[in-house]
């Protein structure tokens, strides 16, 4: 069933296996996009007023995948637009983020399952499913991730080239090891995985004098005074202090001010 308004070029049709994805928008497998979609239903149950979806001319959809879910639930007609212009999946993106900001794992698994269709025999051995699994053996925080993950010490740029399927993972390896040595301080901290912290300490870490083992035994030692902080620069004044307690010289890591972001 197709009915065409002329004037806007909506149609509107019930058959909800019209519609196709594309690969790189979000998923709907979420908890996230079902709370979206619940949300949806309520408001069209209250008073329905649908947006027509964006669609390409293959049908598959560019913006609306939440609202075409709502619909097909509640068994409703659906409006769709048909544009005719070539969108990207960085356009697709920059739509859905007006309505409904995109989140890390949204970005994740855009730029994954991209992945999968370019590299379908070794999409596993690609960046952002590097990335995913480093993320869920480990769980530190997103930008940590990226810290570790990536040698560019700008992390704001880091964090754009993650959503725009720029992702370059320079030493998995070594950034399993540092992220075995942290995760090894839950034994006497209960901060070991705060973001700030980690963004602290993987600063520190980079001084040449400093020592993991000296470090694990002040740590020991002194584990009381590794109190919560509410920013990377007090992290670095409290790492400092810890690392040097009982030295006769002392070691200064690093300067608060010589962070370069939290």
Known sequence: EKMKIKKNRVFVTRDYGLFGHITGNRTLTTGRAEKNI????????????????L??????????????????????PVPYIITTQDVSVEDIQRINNISNNWNTDDFLNSNMGIEKEKHPGNFHLKPYHLYEFFKKKYKFSHRNNLQMLCARRNIRDLEIDFKRGRLKIDDLQGAQD????????KVYIKEYRNRNFVTAFLYVMKHPRFSRRTWLRKMSQNSRKIVHCTNAKDYVEVINEVYN???QKKIRLLRKEELMYE
């Not at 619940?38 to 979806?53: G, R, T, V």
């Not at 709502?70 to 409703?76: E, F, G, H």
């Not at 540092?178 to 301080?185: C, P, R």
């Open 55 to 76: 669609v390409r001319a293959d049908m598959s959809i560019v913006e609306g995948q939440h609202r075409l879910e709502a619909l097909k639930r509640l068994k409703l």
């Open 38 to 53: 619940s949300s949806i239903m309520n408001s069209m149950e209250k008073n329905c007023l649908p947006l027509p979806i």
């Open 245 to 247: 307690w009982g030295l």
């Open 178 to 185: 540092k992220a075995d040595y942290i995760t090894s301080f």
